[in-house]
């Protein structure tokens, strides 16, 4: 299911030396220093690694916020900031809003915006996990693991740590609360779509995929609405996919719903339901081509393309038929003028989000190596230097198409 969900781009950052001459005032100092540096470096590389896998990702992610957390945490035994917190200018582009950067002089920032691209990094290998020809239900377990861990990162983000930010996220930047929200929505409606697919591939009832179904749809309503009072020009393309994976969704809701009622001699309302069912697909489809020709961020899903998305327009018809040759012959219902109200609730195969914990401090971080560094010896690397460092687009790998079965697991 290559191009079956839409990506943002990554966040593209300024390099950072970490070389604090004169501030780091020991080996031991001067090492952290180093690390930080190459431990950032590293992290950045592998966001663009197609080789890159969930353990290499949170070995690489430890390691540099292991180090991290000693310019943030406490060190020296009381409540006071840490010293270090401020030192350094972080320049960070947001998801939506170009290769326009955001700087903020606060190792916190640092923290929230490298975590926030581990989450993005968590979306992207689930698409292209999931883009494979034959995918495994180990790997399809690994999908839905990663669309949950990347919801707990951006959860963790919006509750613990973009609280402690001094300045504030401005309007339309991604650790505003209206683009965390959708961010966190969007990666639980996803990895409820590889349940429903699992749902469907195991032939599981109809009454548990229709919930899902329809509580995967009130996911991507939601995370449409939440945002509405964005630009149209930066969250308009990223509206128009959570629009069509909402109608594509009621209309699996409407066509599972009218399975169930026509197994309990409900044909009459069973084929009103496959008749919304039927007006949903029809929306899901032309809102796939208004979303192909809306510019905006990130790269364009083809749902209308994949089989999981045709297979739908061929079941909802043929049970559409088969209810109706059953009333002509059998039931004889009058067909309400009402669509069914649905009001379904999935007791089973909801995504949570997996909580997120910042790694242990790094040994190196001592209170004793945290006394060396002098803050009035001034850094002078970045007062030295005549420009500040350009913020270059992240190159990120193309999602190769194959051949689309047609299936989620195999």
């Known amino acids: 299911m290559a191009h079956w ?3 943002n781009p990554l966040k593209a950052t300024a390099p950072v030396s970490f070389n604090y001459y004169g501030v780091a005032g020991s080996p031991a100092a001067n090492k952290i220093c180093n690390d930080l540096r190459t431990n950032r470096a590293r992290l950045l590389e592998m966001f663009t690694d197609v080789t890159c896998n969930p353990e290499m990702m949170k070995n690489a992610t430890d390691a540099y916020f292991s180090l991290l957390q000693g310019f943030i945490s406490s060190l020296d035994g009381t409540t006071q900031e840490n010293k270090m917190r401020f030192i350094q200018n972080f320049k960070w582009t947001d998801t939506l809003q170009g290769n326009t950067p955001s700087a903020q002089q606060d190792a916190v920032f640092e923290l929230v915006s490298m975590a926030f691209n581990v989450a993005l990094w968590y979306t992207k290998f689930a698409s292209r996990l999931a883009g494979k020809e034959n995918v495994t239900e180990a790997e399809a377990k690994e999908v839905h693991r990663s669309l949950k861990s990347a919801a707990g990162i951006f959860k963790t983000l919006k509750e613990v740590h973009i609280p ?26 996803e990895a409820q779509e590889v ?17 899902l179904a329809f509580e995967t749809a009130n996911f991507y309503q939601k995370a449409d609405h939440t945002l509405n009072t964005l630009e149209p020009e930066c969250s308009g393309k990223w509206r128009k996919y959570f629009q069509l994976k909402q109608h594509f969704y009621m209309a699996y809701a409407y066509c599972y719903h009218g399975q169930t009622l026509l197994a309990s001699d409900k044909c009459g309302e069973a084929i009103r339901s496959l008749q919304e069912a039927e007006k949903c697909y029809s929306h899901a489809e032309a809102l796939c081509k208004e979303y192909r020709q809306t510019k905006g961020p990130g790269t364009t899903a083809k749902p209308s393309e994949q089989l999981f998305f045709l297979k739908l327009g061929g079941l909802i018809k043929n049970t559409l038929e088969k209810c109706q040759r059953e ?7 009058k067909v ?6 649905l009001e379904l609730k999935a007791s089973y195969g909801l995504a949570e989000p997996i909580p997120f914990e910042l790694p242990p401090l790094s040994e190196q971080c001592s209170s004793e190596v945290y006394a ?4 009035t010896k001034g850094a002078k690397n970045d007062k030295a230097k005549p420009k500040e460092e350009e913020v270059k687009p992240v190159k990120e790998p193309d999602l190769k198409p194959q051949k689309d079965t047609g299936c989620v697991l195999s």
């Open 327 to 333: 009333n002509g012959f059998i039931y004889f219902h």
């Open 195 to 211: 349940t429903i697919a699992r749902a469907i591939e195991l032939k599981h009832n109809a009454t548990l995929i229709a919930a």
């Open 164 to 189: 402690r930010l001094i300045t504030p996220a401005e309007k339309g930047r991604d650790l505003e609360p209206r683009a965390m929200d959708a961010y966190i929505i969007q990666c639980q409606a």
């Open 372 to 375: 060396t560094f002098d803050l």
């Open 5 to 7: 969900f839409h990506r």
């Open 336 to 341: 309400p003028v009402e669509a069914p109200q």
